[in-house]
């Protein structure tokens, strides 16, 4: 087992490391995590352990009207992570796609569907919510 799992930003600014994940982790399609990704659906994971190694400076917040903080590094606009109102930047769900090399993270749901864009064709058997969970 991998003792420490790696990512970053597109640019590299921002680096990071965590020991581990949530087993919980589903692609969301509300209309806000596929703005923030720029893709069909956003996919974070929770994780254990997260130790920002570089560019804490480079990470930016934009803070929903709903209070929900999507996180990204202001040198390259890379996606990194989303939280709920008043969690700190410890708490942060990451963006799977940030890792740089494979993970044991399997994705088992697809959230948000009801704001699903209507050219994205759910074609898995993974378990469908109109809402969250």
Request: hydrophobic share 40%.
């Amino acid at each position: 087992m991998n003792d420490a799992y790696k990512g970053s930003c597109l640019c590299g600014a921002v680096t990071f490391t965590v020991n581990g994940f949530n087993e919980k982790a589903a692609n969301c399609h509300c209309t806000m995590c596929r703005k923030f990704h720029g893709a069909a659906y956003g996919t974070s994971v929770g994780v254990v352990g997260l130790n920002w190694i570089s560019g804490i400076d480079y990470l930016k917040e934009f803070i929903a009207l709903n209070g929900t903080i999507r996180t990204f590094c202001y040198e390259c606009g890379s996606s990194l992570g989303f939280r709920v109102k008043g969690t700190s930047l410890s708490e942060i769900e990451l963006a799977i796609a940030t890792f740089d090399s494979e993970i044991p993270v399997v994705i088992d749901a697809h959230i948000y569907i009801d704001n699903k864009a209507s050219w994205c064709a759910l074609q898995d058997e993974l378990p469908k919510y109109n809402k969250g969970r």
